[in-house]
Nanobody, 123 residues
Framework: QVQLAESGGGLVEPGGSLRLSCEYSGFTSDYYAIGWVRQAPGKEREGVSCISNYDGRIYYADSVKGRFTVSRDDLKNIMFLEMNGLKPEDAGVYYC????????????????WGQGTQVTVSS
């Protein structure tokens, strides 16, 4: 059973940085994709970034390109989201999420969710 646990959220001023972490375990297939989805009040859920475990492809939403960087430490089974140049519109709950493969992640067919970590961007 896949287990996901996020950490690293908090309050940061506009222009600041945060690093989110997601500890993961329990995968039985190599084809999965793992990434980050955020949800803000009154806004649609947004897929922020993901990595294909199969071939290492990486996706970023246009809204975060050039500011966010996703990476993994495969020895420790941790995925990171380095967020720089944070804007108020980046605020929300960030979830670590998986899909059976990269294509399904993009279709929104997500099968495992962490508990989420709150990111607040405010002065």
């Amino acid at each position: 059973q896949v287990q996901l646990a996020e950490s690293g959220g908090g309050l940061v001023e506009p222009g600041g940085s945060l690093r989110l972490s997601c500890e993961y375990s329990g995968f039985t297939s190599d084809y999965y994709a793992i990434g980050w989805v955020r949800q803000a009040p009154g806004k649609e859920r947004e897929g922020v970034s993901c990595i294909s475990n199969y071939d290492g492809r990486i996706y970023y939403a246009d809204s975060v390109k050039g500011r966010f960087t996703v990476s993994r430490d495969d020895l420790k089974n941790i995925m990171f989201l380095e967020m720089n140049g944070l804007k108020p519109e980046d605020a929300g709950v960030y979830y670590c999420v998986t899909a059976k493969n990269f294509g399904l992640w993009h279709l929104g067919r997500l099968d495992n969710w962490g508990q989420g970590t709150q990111v607040t961007v405010s002065s």
